[in-house]
């Protein structure tokens, strides 16, 4: 059974065909997919096989994404999860992207914060990462805001949009959570 977890002002939930549409808004948009490292969706039935990839992933045990919906308003905004899953090693890593109308009102804070206790109390990790473009300021800045180290930076990591970049590496632990 898939997790609904809940915060002040979100319901984070599972992410289903009925969302299509929400996802392809924020993976269509190139302020989303600037420093997501992957190519801008031209098509719909691109979003469609996203859901069907979140699903396979959670049905897997490879990852989970919720969809991450404003309380009292209908469709998501964005998604977050994990991705990367190795319940052996007890690891996973962190994604997220929110819609750039909802940029800077403090909902990924606010989910991230969810969804990491998750993690560590009940997928049972030891060590949450995360990668993210070295350009990408606000993804940056929040991550160090939440407790991660940086742990260094991974030169050339990930080719997008005809162009190799460089990626930070950020983790968490389970004894350094706040």
Request: with cysteine; charged share 30%; aromatic share 12%.
């Amino acid at each position: 059974m898939f997790p609904v977890l809940e915060t002040e002002r979100l319901r984070l939930r599972e992410i289903t065909k009925d969302d299509a549409e929400a996802i392809f808004a924020c993976f269509s948009n190139e302020a989303v997919t600037r420093y997501y490292g992957e190519e801008t969706l031209q098509q719909i039935e691109h979003a469609e096989e996203f859901v069907d990839f979140f699903a396979n992933s959670f049905e897997a045990k490879r990852g989970i994404r919720w969809g991450i919906e404003v309380k009292g308003t209908k469709g998501i905004i964005g998604t977050i999860g994990f991705n990367g899953w190795l319940p052996k090693h007890r690891k996973a890593e962190i994604g997220y992207e929110i819609h750039p109308d909802y940029w800077r009102q403090g909902y990924t804070t606010e989910a991230l914060s969810k969804v990491l206790p998750y993690g560590f109390d009940v997928m049972g990790l030891s060590r949450i990462g995360a990668i993210v473009f070295i350009e990408n300021e606000a993804s940056n800045n929040l991550l160090i805001k939440l407790g991660f180290k940086k742990e260094g930076v991974l030169r050339e990591n990930i080719y997008h949009n005809g162009a190799s970049h460089d990626t930070n590496v950020y983790s968490i632990l389970k004894n350094e959570r706040r």
